[in-house]
């Protein structure tokens, strides 16, 4: 059936994963085909299932309510991180059955990310023991994924036009500062005019290429 897009626009956290999931169902019940969804979220930091994981967040619950930032707990993989509007979010629910291996899913996953910022002139890269996208020592993209059947859910979050600021309030990913820092495109570039439909279609070419290659 091939992949179809779908962009849902700016949606708050917890109403994209109850949209998730119903994706995943249907995609289980081979009802629609493979699908990449793009979305961008209202301020929102996220937890994995890492251990710990709270510990990395620097504020307390009145900071947070008044910086206006939500604190969710998620099933996905990985340590804290953060949602907010400028920031392409991807989320693919694809059938993994033909090849049931997540790490090789990851990996591909990985790399459209590092193509898609190769189009830009960033030569990105995989950092080893360090998950997501990186420009030397600076964060550029987070993954963190589950799979429910074999159907993947959660995906990526790269950094385009947003606000950093709301980094510096918490460990992202459990990294220490003195490893690395956030970054992102409009940052690296220089330039805050970024189109992000562009780059969406950027990310979608670079999907379909990647992933349904062969097909």
């Avoid at 793009?38 to 929102?44: A, L, M, Q, R």
């Avoid at 291996?101 to 990996?107: G, K, T, V």
Wanted: proline letters at 4%; glycine letters at 8%; a negative charge.
């Amino acid at each position: 059936m091939g992949l179809v897009v779908e962009d849902w626009g700016q949606l708050a956290y917890e109403e994209a994963y109850a949209r998730q999931l119903k994706t995943v169902k249907a995609r289980l019940a081979d009802t629609i085909p493979d699908t990449l969804i793009f979305t961008e979220h209202p301020p929102v930091y996220t937890l994995g299932r890492r251990k710990d994981a709270q510990k990395n967040l620097l504020l307390e619950k009145d900071a947070l309510e008044a910086k206006g930032i939500q604190l969710v707990q998620t099933n996905r993989g990985g340590d804290i991180t953060y949602h907010g509007p400028g920031q392409i979010v991807g989320y693919p629910i694809i059938h993994l059955k033909a090849r049931k291996d997540l790490h090789a899913y990851l990996r591909d996953l990985e790399q459209v990310i590092i193509n898609t910022l190769g189009c830009l002139g960033l030569a990105a890269a995989r950092r080893p023991e360090k998950t997501g996208i990186w420009l030397e020592n600076r964060k550029i993209a987070a993954i963190g994924v589950a799979v429910k059947q074999w159907v993947s859910y959660h995906g990526f979050a790269l950094n385009a036009v947003n606000d950093l600021s709301p980094f510096g309030d918490i460990i992202p990913c459990g990294i220490d500062p003195e490893e690395g820092t956030v970054t992102s495109i409009a940052q690296e570039l220089g330039r805050t005019d970024l189109d992000l439909e562009e780059l969406k279609a950027i990310i979608k070419a670079e999907f379909q290429r990647i992933f349904y290659a062969e097909n």
